[in-house]
C-alpha cells in the first residue's frame, strides 16, 4: 500500500511487480539476479484516486499511459532489487503528487501606468542610440 496524500492511498492490488535482467555495470551479479523492476499502475481501475485526480493525471501523464490506462515505470539504477523497487515507487509519487492539488485559477492583471511609461521610454532611447548608429546622408 502506498499513501499518495492523507486521504489518497493506492492498495497493492493495483500494482503489478515484474523483475528482470538489468544491463550495465555489476558484473556477473547483473548476469545472475534479476535486480531491475518494472512496477505497472492501473490508473483507470484504481477506485481509491479521485475522479477529478484522475483526469489532471491522465491530461498530465498523456501518452506515458497505455491504452489500457497502465503507467509504467522502470528502474535499473541501483544492484539491489529493493533499492530498484524504492526508486519505481519513488518515481510513481513524484508523478502522482502534483495532480493531487488542482491548480490555482489565474486572476488576469494590467501593467501599471508606470510601468508602461517606462517601457516606453526604454523603446525610445533604444530606438535613438539605434539612429545614432545608422549612416547619414553626408557620409556618402
Do not use: W
Amino acid at each position: 500500500m502506498i499513501h499518495i496524500s492523507r486521504n489518497i492511498i493506492i492498495p497493492d492490488e493495483y500494482l503489478k511487480e515484474e523483475f528482470f535482467l538489468a544491463s550495465g555495470p555489476g558484473g556477473q551479479h547483473v548476469n545472475k539476479v534479476a535486480t531491475a523492476v518494472r512496477l505497472r499502475f492501473n490508473l483507470l481501475a484504481c477506485d481509491t484516486i479521485p475522479e477529478a485526480v484522475k483526469s489532471r493525471l491522465v491530461t498530465m501523464l498523456g501518452n506515458r499511459l497505455t491504452g489500457d490506462g497502465e503507467l509504467l515505470i522502470e528502474s535499473r539504477r541501483h544492484r539491489s532489487r529493493e533499492m530498484n523497487r524504492a526508486a519505481a515507487v519513488e518515481r510513481l509519487l513524484n508523478l502522482i503528487r502534483p495532480a493531487v492539488h488542482p491548480p490555482r485559477k489565474r486572476k488576469a492583471t494590467r501593467p501599471t501606468k508606470g510601468s508602461v511609461e517606462r517601457r516606453i521610454q526604454q523603446k525610445k532611447r533604444r530606438a535613438g542610440v539605434k539612429k545614432m548608429r545608422s549612416r547619414s546622408s553626408f557620409d556618402d
